[in-house]
């Protein structure tokens, strides 16, 4: 019988940014807090060779770098990694315009040209997904979709709204 979400090791069971993130307008704030939410309720995430789990993730920006701070459950320390967010600005870059398109889209076009753009921003965070899976790989283990989920809320981190 398989263990239950809440009962399994390989998860995040907490989330949380820390004050070099700096806080956002009431946009913003929503768009994080839903990011966390998505990310805890469904996501396997463990670290390599360990036992451990299940784990908290604090999150911090520091120089232009994030940095994933893994605790224990019960908030110690285990690892910190940080990666360059340099290979990130194009595709953030881009992310940021086809939203942007896509927003102002949804007052105006057609719902096929809607359609499209929303395909078109898909694949962007696909791809930012794909990246971070890369860069964290052999660092932490984690699905697509908890890549996809954790690089949805580096895009939570940077927009502008």
């Known amino acids: 019988m398989e263990p239950s979400d809440s009962q399994r090791s390989d998860r995040l069971t907490n989330v949380t940014l820390d004050e070099s993130i700096g806080r956002g307008n009431a946009d913003q704030e929503h768009e994080r807090a839903i990011a966390i939410y998505d990310l805890i309720e469904e996501n396997s995430f463990a670290l390599p060779g360990q036992f451990g789990g299940p784990y908290q993730l604090h999150i911090a920006l520091h120089e232009s ?29 881009d992310y940021f315009m086809i939203c942007e398109s896509y927003y102002a889209a949804i ?55």
């Open 65 to 93: 770098k994030l940095a994933l701070n893994v605790r224990d459950e019960a908030g110690a320390p285990i690892v910190v990694h940080i990666l360059s967010l340099t290979p990130f600005r194009r595709i953030l870059k």
């Open 107 to 161: 007052r105006t076009a057609s719902p096929a040209q809607i359609e499209a753009i929303d395909m078109g921003r898909r694949g962007l965070h696909n791809e930012g997904a794909q990246l971070l899976a890369e860069r964290l790989r052999g660092k932490i283990d984690c699905d697509f979709d908890t890549a996809r989920r954790i690089f949805t809320l580096v895009t939570a981190l940077h927009w502008k709204g």
